[in-house]
């Protein structure tokens, strides 16, 4: 086992699920009443979890850490901009921008985003569809014909998509070499749309910084420039949870 003790669950709703106590009085047509509130998105969370993966979901100190940031961002939540996993010292956070979550392999990255993915499938605002990055390549490397090429970029047109595991890929080779993910960055940057994406360190020591400048390297400098804009930076923290 390479993870650290559960909490207990009355942590966990402390953590992640507290209910906002109302102080002062808002007039009725004021009330917008929102579409998940934190309890039940975390109850949800946790059985969608356990329908998806066959196992119950493990929560840790550093798990919750993990999932904490991602809930207050679904649910534009203020308490987003003080959760210990956001960095706030390289760009400025906010709802309007994605994310771009960076973390060590086997933290729960693709899963919990699959997670949220299923969950919000039926709500038109909070829709994502997800994509890995080397099966972009691939689909990519199939198109047989300009038009096979519009429908695969069509398809990606969409206002929020999850790519997961970006830095991983190869340029396409398709007629040439085409940089597919670096592509899709920059057209999405262009169209203002939502987009949130998952990368691994790029070294030992863990740092954003360097991670960043890897991905600087791989996708040149103007997307590097637009991954300060687009995205809110998140580090997911912990060790491996495969068994
Ligand atoms: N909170 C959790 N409780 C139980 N199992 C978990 C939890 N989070 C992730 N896992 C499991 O840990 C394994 C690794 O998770 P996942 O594939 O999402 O990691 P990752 O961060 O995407 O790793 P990589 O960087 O290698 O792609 C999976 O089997 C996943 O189901
Ligand atoms: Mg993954």
Redesign the pocket.
């Known amino acids: 086992m390479r993870h650290s003790q559960p909490q207990s669950i009355g942590k966990i709703t402390r953590t992640i699920c507290t209910p906002k106590v109302e102080t002062g009085k808002t007039s009725p047509e004021k009330q917008v009443k929102p579409i998940f509130v934190k309890q039940e998105l975390w109850n949800r969370f946790c059985s969608e979890f356990q329908k998806l993966?066959g196992?119950p979901?493990?929560k840790t100190k550093e798990?919750l850490g993990n999932l904490e940031v991602l809930f207050h961002y679904f649910l534009k939540d203020p308490a987003f901009f003080k959760c210990k996993n956001l960095i706030t010292t390289l760009n400025e956070p906010s709802f309007d921008k994605g994310l771009l979550i960076i973390?060590d392999?086997?933290?729960?990255?693709?899963?919990?985003m699959k997670c949220f993915e299923n969950i919000f499938q039926p709500i038109n605002s909070f829709r994502f569809k997800s994509y890995n990055a080397k099966s972009l390549v691939r689909e990519y490397e199939k198109c047989a014909s300009p038009m096979d090429k519009d429908y695969f970029f069509k398809d990606k047109d969409r206002k929020q998509i999850f790519i997961d595991?970006i830095g991983s890929e190869n340029n396409a080779s398709n007629y040439g070499l085409f940089d597919v993910i670096g592509n899709i960055i920059s057209d999405r940057y262009d169209k203002n749309q939502v987009t949130y994406i998952?990368t691994?360190f790029a070294t030992s020591a863990n740092s954003v910084e360097e991670t960043l400048s890897a991905l600087g390297e791989k996708y040149g400098h103007r997307v590097y420039d637009r991954l300060f804009e687009m995205f809110n930076i998140v580090t997911?923290t912990g060790q491996?949870?495969?068994k």
């Open positions: 993966y196992k979901l493990i798990i973390g392999v086997g933290v729960g990255k693709t899963d919990n595991d998952t691994n997911f491996s949870l495969r």
